[in-house]
C-alpha cells in the first residue's frame, strides 16, 4: 500500500467536506471554499472527523494516484486553514516592485515596467520595495503565480540579479577573466 495514500486525513474543526458524485471534493473553511474533481477511480470515504482514501486495485496507476488523490484533500484542508504563502525577493540594481490596486508594477530593467494582475482567490503583498509575498488557499494556485512572477526574470548566475525564491540558493559562476 501507499504510505501516504493510507494515511487518514484529520479534519479540524470549522472545516467541512462534502463528496459528491464523480468524486468532486468540496472543502469549506475559516478562509474560504475550495473544490476539485479528483480521480473517479480512488474510493473517498469521510468516517466521523476523518477522510479514508482508498484504491481498488495494485496497478501501478492506482497506486501512483492513491497518494496523488490523499495529498490533494490534505492540501485543500490545510489551504483553506490556514493558508499558503510563497516569498520572492528581487534583486538587483534598480529592480523593484510596487502595488497599483490589484495590479504588481515590476521594475527589471527593461525598457518598459513589467505589470502583472492580481489573479482570482491570490493576493500579493509587498515588504519593503525587494520582498514580494504571495498569498492564497490553493497550493496550485499560488505556485503557479510565484512562477510567473520568477519568470519575468530569471535570477542569473554572475550577479544574482532577477526574481528569485526566498529559500532558492542560486548557484554562482565565476566570470570571465582578462588577458594580461
Do not use: C, F, W
Not at 96 to 119: F, I, N, T, W
Amino acid at each position: 500500500m501507499s504510505r501516504i495514500g493510507r494515511m487518514p486525513i484529520a479534519i479540524p474543526a470549522g472545516v467541512t467536506v462534502e463528496i459528491a458524485e464523480n468524486n468532486k471534493v468540496t472543502v469549506k473553511g475559516p478562509k474560504g471554499t475550495l473544490e476539485r474533481v479528483l480521480p473517479a477511480e480512488m474510493d473517498i470515504k469521510q468516517e466521523g472527523s476523518e477522510i479514508v482514501v482508498s484504491r481498488p486495485n495494485d496497478l501501478k496507476k492506482m497506486k501512483s494516484l492513491h497518494g496523488l488523490t490523499r495529498t490533494l484533500i490534505h492540501n485543500m484542508i490545510i489551504g483553506v486553514t490556514e493558508g499558503y504563502e510563497k516569498k520572492l525577493e528581487v534583486n538587483g540594481v534598480g529592480y523593484r516592485a510596487q502595488k497599483q490596486g490589484k495590479k504588481l508594477v515590476l521594475s527589471l530593467g527593461y525598457s518598459h515596467p513589467v505589470e502583472m494582475e492580481d489573479p482570482e482567490g491570490i493576493e500579493t503583498v509587498l515588504d519593503g520595495t525587494n520582498i514580494i509575498i504571495v498569498k492564497g488557499i490553493s497550493k496550485e494556485a499560488v505556485g503557479q503565480y510565484a512562477a510567473e512572477i520568477r519568470a519575468k526574470r530569471a535570477p542569473e548566475p554572475y550577479k544574482g540579479k532577477g526574481i528569485k525564491y526566498a529559500d532558492e540558493v542560486i548557484r554562482r559562476k565565476v566570470g570571465k577573466t582578462g588577458k594580461k
